[in-house]
């Protein structure tokens, strides 16, 4: 069964293909060498139309709906997947603020955030708070017709970089997570502290790092999203970015699918070539065959949520076995094209999708929390 795409989300795949081979590309290498990636690229992003892509066409976006986003990520993690998941971050930032902003808000911050003149980041991780979202530490209080925001919140996407953040804090610790509620805090704003971006095996383009908040002020006008309202507003964001994560690990399978056929049809070993060794070829198949189900997989959980359905558990299902297929078949890639895989500067993206694939596995909820999804789902009854 294979499902098409409208017009309108070929035409953000096209694009994103052309950005990708123009931009990310060239670069990929280099960023990751760098620790870190160019800042222009987001306002490229955002001049290709690939900044939005939730967002209804009146408000200037593509409105392509979950599975045209994801669709889209899938070519650029082609590429690289830290470049990809810092992009689709802040476009995911973008589509919340269009559905949840005020009008103030959205004066000030929609169009830099869409013309990507501006880096969005989402904070709810803390040191002592991954997966249990739940138990997030940093406090909002009251101060007169303020909020006063102290905290420390960790393994923050654009972290390292980003302009302005969305962050979760706790109001009231007697209500769990009824008293959560989130607020647009610029990263200039005083008291807010960047601390260094972590030292990681891959995906520094990620630009992950912690921040800090000591009495920081804000107006009532910040509070984005509140009590109530935000942690589901977090979940379902979570939601969105499980099914785009294995949007992302096809991406990755198919780039490295590719580059070891080539490698082993290229490559001669005693007197033949190692694609015609049927041990090799199995292996090739597999991959192929996992890489079908992911597809349908991600496919199926970003329908169900363009069609409002409840799609929690199918995207725990795709992220759950998209991750695995990607860190396995990736290595089994690298395998069948002998050391050469190995190479970060050999010409194709291996090393740097292996690491990626690994550290997917943690993104938006461990495999063990989306085991617990599923199978919480089994026992509902």
């Known amino acids: 069964m ?9 035409d953000a795949v096209a694009a994103a293909r052309g950005f990708a081979e123009r931009y990310i590309a060239p670069n990929a290498f280099q960023w990751e060498r760098d620790r870190g990636f160019a800042r222009d690229i987001l306002k490229a992003a955002g001049e290709a139309g690939l900044l939005g892509l939730m967002v209804p066409r009146d408000r200037g976006g593509r409105d392509i709906g979950l599975t045209g986003s994801a669709a889209v990520g899938e070519v650029l993690a082609g590429h690289d997947m830290a470049v990809a ?8 930032f973008v589509a919340s603020l269009a559905r949840n902003g005020s009008p103030e808000q959205i004066e000030a911050y929609f169009a830099p955030m869409r013309e990507g003149r501006m880096l969005g980041a989402f904070l709810l991780t803390e040191p002592g708070a991954g997966s249990d979202a739940t138990a997030i530490a940093t406090r909002a209080r009251r101060d007169g017709a303020d909020w006063v925001i102290d905290g420390e919140k960790a393994w923050i996407t654009n972290g390292s970089t980003a302009d302005l953040l969305n962050v979760f804090a706790q109001t009231d610790p007697d209500r769990g997570w009824r008293g959560i509620a989130s607020f647009l805090i ?7 502290t960047r601390l260094p971006a972590y030292d990681m095996l891959g995906c520094h383009a990620l630009g992950a790092s912690g921040l800090r908040f000591e009495a920081v002020r804000v107006p009532e006008g910040a509070m984005f999203l509140p009590s109530e309202q935000a942690f589901k507003g977090a979940m379902t964001g979570i939601n969105i970015a499980r099914v785009g994560v294995g949007a992302m690990c096809c991406g990755m399978i198919e780039a490295s699918l590719k580059a070891a056929v080539a490698a082993t049809k290229a490559r001669p070993a005693f007197g033949q070539h190692v694609a015609d060794f049927q041990g090799v070829q199995w292996m090739l198949a597999d991959a192929a065959t996992d890489l079908e189900a992911a597809r349908l997989l991600t496919s199926r959980a970003a329908r169900l949520f363009d069609a409002g359905a409840d799609a929690t558990v199918a995207a725990a299902h795709a992220k759950k076995f998209a991750t695995r297929a990607a860190l396995h078949h990736i290595a089994q890639a690298m395998q069948v094209m002998g050391a050469n895989g190995f190479r970060h500067d050999a010409g194709h993206p291996l090393a740097r999708h292996l ?3 690994k550290m997917a596995q943690w993104l938006d909820g461990a495999t063990e929390i989306q085991n617990v999804v599923i199978a919480r789902s089994l026992l509902r009854d």
């Not at 294979?2 to 070929?10: N, R």
């Not at 610029?186 to 807010?192: C, H, R």
């Open 2 to 10: 294979e499902f098409e795409l409208s017009p309108d989300q070929q």
């Open 85 to 92: 998941f810092a992009i689709k971050v802040h476009d995911n």
């Open 186 to 192: 610029e990263a200039s704003n005083p008291g807010v």
């Open 355 to 357: 690491a990626a694939a």
